[in-house]
């Protein structure tokens, strides 16, 4: 069954609380996650997003328990992606003629994954939609973060549904921010931005200046993933122009992999040097082999400094930090330093290697990086201790 939200608005998503991996692999959901979907009962019937394809059968199923498909007036689409555009197919073939909204790139993409002639009406921002006593006033918001993303503002209840923006991957029975358990909530919300906003912060600053300067009166964020923000809304919309804004706390995270603990050893020496040249710092220490390389990104997100290392193995460094360094790449951190470390037995390319890496993913490299020969011995330690200390002094 459905969730009344408010008198005329049902929500009638899935709640996935098994969903453990999403974008195939590329990021770990260890809360679930759920894909809101709202129906709107006004004058007008109107249907906001799907759900994922894996749900299809049962997302009609359950919307036939609240309406009769043919009542529905209008298909509103804010993001195409298959996460909530996938039960269209099979809704549409009850209802082959209803009208679906959505942006210009939206019906490219939805003719691209499912290659129908359905009755798209592309939309632009500015255009409304009078449902009833309610007015639908659709806000293009191209790379958030898709280019066909768009949130569409209804009028007399004030809800902002917002698709992917303001989301998080997070399964909550009672739907709302103030019921959910607040610290997982936060948690996931941040590894949400970091991993999929991060890059489009630019946008998402310009995006959110301009729904601000319209004044609009917001009872309810309601995101297509994740909690509905209706305790104090505007709070994840601040919380966005913080995160937007080169986000950083007092952070520096030591990611690194190891064979024989050579690079395991200088990380922790570096973190006590670091730790003993400023007490007030967080040092984190990851294993980039063993830990989820989501929540390595998150930390990063948190960091005004990291420093990166791997032993020499083979002319490069190692399987590991290729693929974290490639995200890292693709997330386009701002304002960050970063510095490389390793041991090595022979050739020793590793550390220049992870320092390119760096300075291409955008991370101000000042220091050329430590290199220890085999096993670092006490003197070795010392030496990562001073270089911890000396990072301090570098950020
Ligand atoms: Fe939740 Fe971009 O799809």
Redesign the pocket.
């Known amino acids: 069954m459905g969730k009344k939200i408010t008198d005329k608005v049902t929500w009638v998503g899935k709640i996935d609380w098994e969903l453990k991996y999403?974008h195939g692999n590329e990021y770990s959901t260890k809360k679930g996650s759920s894909?809101n979907s709202y129906l709107i009962k006004d004058k007008k019937t109107v249907l906001i997003d799907t759900v994922w394809q894996p749900f299809d059968k049962e997302f009609v199923s359950r919307l036939k328990q609240e309406i009769n498909l043919k009542d529905i007036d209008y298909i509103v689409m804010n993001?195409n992606?298959?996460?909530?555009s996938g039960a269209l197919p099979e809704l549409m073939r009850e209802i082959p003629n209803t009208p679906i909204y959505c942006t210009a790139n939206g019906a490219k993409i939805l003719k691209g994954h499912y290659h129908q002639e359905w009755n798209y009406v592309t939309v632009k921002t500015g255009d409304t939609l009078v449902i009833g006593d309610s007015t639908l006033t659709f806000i293009e918001a191209p790379m958030l973060?898709?280019p066909d993303?768009m949130f569409t503002y209804m009028s007399g209840e004030n809800i902002l549904f917002s698709?992917?923006a303001f989301?998080q991957h997070y399964a909550t029975e009672s739907l709302y921010n103030d019921t959910a358990d607040t610290a997982e909530l936060f948690a996931e919300a941040t590894k949400y931005y970091a991993n999929?906003l991060t890059p489009f912060s630019k946008m998402v600053i310009k995006k959110i200046e301009e729904v601000l300067s319209f004044n609009l009166p917001v009872s309810m964020i309601c995101p297509?993933?994740g909690v509905l923000w209706k305790d104090n809304p505007t709070q994840i919309v601040e919380q966005y122009l913080t995160w937007a804004k080169d986000y950083q706390e007092n952070q520096i995270t030591i990611i690194y992999d190891t064979m024989w603990n050579a690079t395991r050893k200088m990380a922790e020496a570096i973190a006590l040097g670091i730790e003993q040249a400023d007490p007030m710092v967080k040092v984190k220490i990851m294993n980039s082999s063993k830990e989820d390389k989501n929540d390595i990104i998150t930390e990063i997100f948190k960091s005004k400094a990291i420093l990166v290392g791997a032993p020499t193995v083979n002319n490069g460094y190692l399987y590991s930090l290729g693929g974290l360094l490639e995200m890292v790449k693709g997330l386009k951190f701002k304002k960050k330093s970063a510095t490389a470390f390793g041991s090595y037995g022979w050739s020793g390319e590793a550390v220049k290697q992870i320092s390119d890496s760096l300075k291409e993913a955008g991370f101000t490299v000042s220091d050329e990086g430590l290199r220890l020969l085999w096993v670092p011995d006490e003197s070795g330690l010392e030496a990562c201790i001073e270089f911890g200390k000396k990072i301090i002094t570098t950020i």
């Open positions: 999403f894909y993001h992606e298959i996460d909530h973060h898709w993303t698709n992917d989301g999929i297509s993933h």
